[in-house]
């Protein structure tokens, strides 16, 4: 848990699984992803395009589908499957989006941090840095207007695949 410079703290994400109230994301929805410092659009041609340092230290371009649940990615590093990513940034900024004070509710990795556009709503989405883990969230006060659809083939209470 963190304190930005208005003295809020942050607190880990969890994932809303309750439909009552809130709007619901469905997978496959499509979602405009935008830096969460200087909210740049991070779409090009069609994917959410990132900077990334691999576990090993290698540097490229990471990138991912826009929808959501849906984890087809593209990366000019290698990624194994079970490692951390230990950075990913803006391409306009280069400011880093992970945010090593919070951690994945599944396997504990640091997690990063995107601003999200979708069904008339905005919101942070948090997403896990260990590459084949496909969880998620959103902030406390976030939950209160949005629910989250499950990943493809997992739920709350499951392992993390690493």
């Not at 009552?20 to 041609?45: K, M, N, S, W």
């Not at 880093?96 to 997690?111: F, G, K, N």
Request: aromatic content about 6%; proline content about 7%.
């Amino acid at each position: 848990m963190s304190t930005d410079e208005r003295g809020a703290r942050d607190e880990a994400p969890r994932v809303s699984r309750e439909g009552v109230g809130h709007r619901f994301l469905p997978t496959g929805t499509f979602l405009h992803i935008y830096c969460p410092h200087c909210q740049a659009d991070l779409l090009e041609e069609r994917r959410v395009h990132l900077f990334i340092v691999s576990a090993r230290g290698l540097e490229g371009v990471l990138r991912l589908s826009p929808r959501f649940n849906v984890f087809d990615k593209e990366s000019t590093v290698d990624l194994e499957p079970g490692t951390e990513i230990r950075d990913l940034r803006c391409p306009r900024c280069d400011t880093s989006i992970v945010h090593r004070d919070l951690e994945c509710e599944w396997c504990q990795a640091p997690i990063a941090r995107v601003h999200v556009s979708a069904v008339r709503l905005e919101f942070d989405l948090y997403l896990c840095t260990r590459v084949g883990c496909h969880w998620h969230g959103v902030s406390e006060e976030d939950r209160q207007r949005v629910s989250l659809d499950e990943p493809p083939g997992r739920s709350d209470a499951a392992p993390p695949d690493a």
